[in-house]
DNA sequence: ACCAGTAATTGATCACCGTTCAATTAGCAT
DNA sequence: ATGCTAATTGAACGGTGATCAATTACTGGT
C-alpha cells in the first residue's frame, strides 16, 4: 500500500474525490448549480464539510473539476466518431454529439457556461487545456473544409462553430429563445453558413 | 399627486425600483452577480432588506428586471442606427453594437447569461418580449439577405446569429476561449459566413 | 509493543445569505 | 382627531462558504 494510503481507511484521496465529483454531478442534474453546496455534498458521500475543503481548493474548484469532467466526457463522446469520415459529415456528427449530451445532461451542460469564477480568479491552466482539446477536435474536423487557410483561420473559424453551438445550445436550455426551432436544427443551419462559404472560397 | 404617491415621502415605488436597479447595475458592474445580494442593495440606497422584497418578488426577479434594463439598453443602441443602410453593413453594425456594449459593460452582460433561473420557474412573459424584440431586429436586418427564405428560415437564422454572437462574446468574457482572435474578428467571420451562404442561395 | 509524526477529519465559529412576517410607522381621507 | 392602508422595519429561520484548532487514525521507526 502506497503512502496515500487513506488515513480512514474508508476512501483514499482519489475515492474522495471522485465520490464528491459523482455527488455533485447527482445534485446538478437533479437540482442544477443552485443545488450544490460543500455541506451537502459532503452530507450525501457521508463526511462533513471540512473533507470538502480537503480535497477541493474552495467550492468554484470544485465546480471547476465538475465542469472538467464534462468536457473530458464531451472529448470521449467526440473520440467515439470516425475520424476518417468526409468533412462534412463529421462536423455534423461532432455537433450531434454536442446536441445530445446538452439533451441528455442538461444542467450538467448549462453549468459549463453558468459557473464563472469570482474577480480575481481565473479558471486553471488544465481547465483552458480541457477547452482546446475540444476546440482541437472542431479545427481538426474543420481544416480538410479550409485547404488554403492558415493556422489562424482555422482557430478562428473552430471557435466561430465552437461558440456557436454553445450558444444555441444554452441559450435554447435557458429558454431564452423559445421558438419553433430545435436546437438542432439551428446548429444545422450554423454548420450550412460554415460549410457554403468554405465551399465557395475554393471556388 | 396619485394614489401611489411614496408613504415615507422620500421615494415613490416607481423611484425605488430605480434606485434598486441602479445599485444592483453599479454593484454588478464592479463585482459581478456574486456581489448582488438584497441585503446588499438595500443599503446602498439607504433602505433595509424588507424593502427589496416590497418592490421585487425575489431576487431572481431583481436580476430578471437588470437583464431587461440591459437589454432595452442594448436595443436602443441598435435603433440608433441608421435602419436603411444596406443590409450586409447593417449586420455589421449590428454586430459591432452588441461587442461595443460587451466591451464597456463586461459584467452586465455576461449576467444575461450567467443568471439562471430556479428549477421550478422561467422567466417572465414580458423578459421573453425583449428577447424576441431584440431578434426581432435581427430579423429585420437579415430578411433583405434571404429574398427567397420563409419567415421560420429568416426566424431561424437570426437565431443562429444571435446564439453566435453570445456565444463568442460571452466565451471570451469568461476566459474560455483565449486565443490569438478578438470577438470581433470572430463576430466578423461569423456574419461572412452567413452572408456567403446567402449570396450563394441566391446564385 | 510502543511512540512520535503526519495527514485526515471533525465541528465550532464567523459573517454572510434569501425569505418571511408580525409589528410599527407614515401619510391619506374622512 | 381617527381610522385606514400601505410602506418599512428588523428579528427570526435555516441555510451558505470558508477557516481552523482540536481530535483522531494511521504510518513508519525503534
Not at 11 to 21: F, G, K, N, T
Not at 68 to 96: I, K, W
Not at 97 to 108: G, L, M, N
Not at 143 to 166: F, M
Request: with cysteine; charged share 25%.
Amino acid at each position: 500500500m502506497g503512502p496515500n494510503m487513506a488515513r480512514r481507511s474508508d476512501h483514499s484521496r482519489e475515492e474522495l474525490y471522485d465520490l464528491a465529483l459523482d455527488a455533485a454531478g447527482r445534485i446538478i442534474s437533479e437540482e442544477g448549480l443552485r443545488g450544490i453546496s460543500a455541506r451537502r455534498v459532503a452530507r450525501e458521500i457521508g463526511y462533513t464539510v471540512g473533507t470538502i475543503y480537503n480535497v477541493f481548493k474552495n467550492s468554484d474548484d470544485l465546480i471547476d473539476h465538475l465542469n472538467g469532467q464534462t468536457m473530458d466526457r464531451l472529448q470521449a463522446a467526440c473520440d467515439g466518431l470516425d475520424p476518417d469520415a468526409d468533412a462534412a459529415l463529421r462536423l455534423r456528427q461532432l455537433a450531434r454529439q454536442y446536441i445530445e449530451f446538452a439533451a441528455a445532461h442538461p444542467r450538467r451542460y448549462v453549468t459549463l457556461f453558468e459557473h464563472q469564477h469570482p474577480m480575481g480568479s481565473r479558471p486553471p491552466d488544465w481547465y483552458h487545456d480541457k477547452v482546446a482539446g475540444l476546440l482541437h477536435i472542431v479545427e481538426a474536423a474543420i481544416a480538410p473544409t479550409l485547404p488554403s487557410a492558415n493556422r489562424d483561420e482555422v482557430e478562428a473559424q473552430a471557435r466561430v462553430l465552437w461558440a456557436g453551438v454553445h450558444g444555441i445550445i444554452s441559450l435554447e436550455g435557458a429558454g431564452r429563445v423559445a421558438g419553433s426551432q430545435q436546437a438542432g436544427d439551428l446548429v444545422g443551419l450554423l454548420i450550412d453558413n460554415f460549410l457554403e462559404a468554405a465551399a465557395k472560397k475554393m471556388g
